[in-house]
């Protein structure tokens, strides 16, 4: 059986009480891109909903410490935080990192060892513009082109995206590589490829800042065709047929 886990790492741009001072002077960025990623917690909780799928939210900044960032990453800590002593980094790792990420690996792991495929979904968003440089899309999957399932999964999302909506700009492994480091690419190194596919599900941030009804319809959108997909899945497996990348 394939089941779901949905995760966002960038929910939110909490600054917990004891860290506050060292931000000083980066309330500005905190507000930012730079300091979370905006729409992608109520994208990821829609999704788990649909889906009846685990869901892993942290809603503390990634300028406090960037949960998709591996251990040893140039930016696993900020301008804010990366000349903190080494004690607190250690207690920030501790408190915030390490629990988040453990949990989701956990529950990946109890679910395959129970005979099960995992398709992880992470929610991010990105800015439309960066450094100056326009993003020509409305969503990017992410994913490694190396491993077939993810590989066949993102196309066909895509592909039903804008069979679904023709003016949608639907771009896989944009505005990012999926083997870039993140989360999932960790996560692609513990766990088999025919039983875990790590995708990433980036949206533009223009929709979640306008907000309103074109906002609404493209969450419900991207939920309704992937729904379709599972769907349809499940039937061609009852048939003993194998489906478009959901065998």
């Keep these: 059986m394939t089941l779901f886990v949905i995760s966002c790492e960038h929910g939110g741009n909490r600054i ?6 060292f931000f000083n002077g980066y309330e500005f960025f905190l507000h930012s891109h730079r300091g979370y990623d905006r729409g992608a917690l109520r994208m ?9 799928a685990p869901l892993f939210v942290a809603t503390t900044s ?3 410490i960037d949960l998709n960032r591996s251990i040893g990453h140039p930016r696993l800590f900020s301008e804010a935080t990366k000349h903190l002593s ?7 790792l501790a408190r915030y990192y390490l629990p988040y990420r453990k949990q989701v690996e956990a529950t990946i792991t109890e679910t395959i060892r129970a005979g099960n495929r995992v398709i992880h979904i992470a929610s991010h968003s990105f800015t439309p513009v960066l450094d100056g440089t326009v993003r020509y899309a409305d969503i990017g999957l992410l994913y490694d082109p190396v491993r077939a399932g ?3 999964f993102c196309h066909a999302w895509q592909s039903r995206l804008k069979a679904a909506a023709s003016d949608l700009i639907v771009r896989r492994n944009y505005p990012y590589a999926g083997k870039a480091d993140s989360l999932t690419v960790y996560l692609r190194r513990r766990f088999p490829a025919e039983a875990y596919w790590g995708i990433e599900l980036e949206i533009n941030q ?20 992937l729904y379709e997909m599972i769907g349809e899945s499940d039937q061609r497996m009852h048939q003993n047929s194998l489906p478009d990348g959901l065998s």
């Design 62 to 64: 990634r300028l406090l």
């Design 86 to 92: 080494k004690a607190i980094k250690q207690e920030i």
């Design 150 to 152: 993810e590989r066949i």
């Design 44 to 52: 990821a909780k829609e999704m788990a909903l649909a889906l009846k």
């Design 206 to 225: 223009k929709f979640a800042l306008k907000g309103g009804p074109h906002w609404q319809a493209l969450r419900h959108l991207i939920i309704d065709v």
């Design 16 to 21: 917990p009480q004891r860290y506050r001072s």
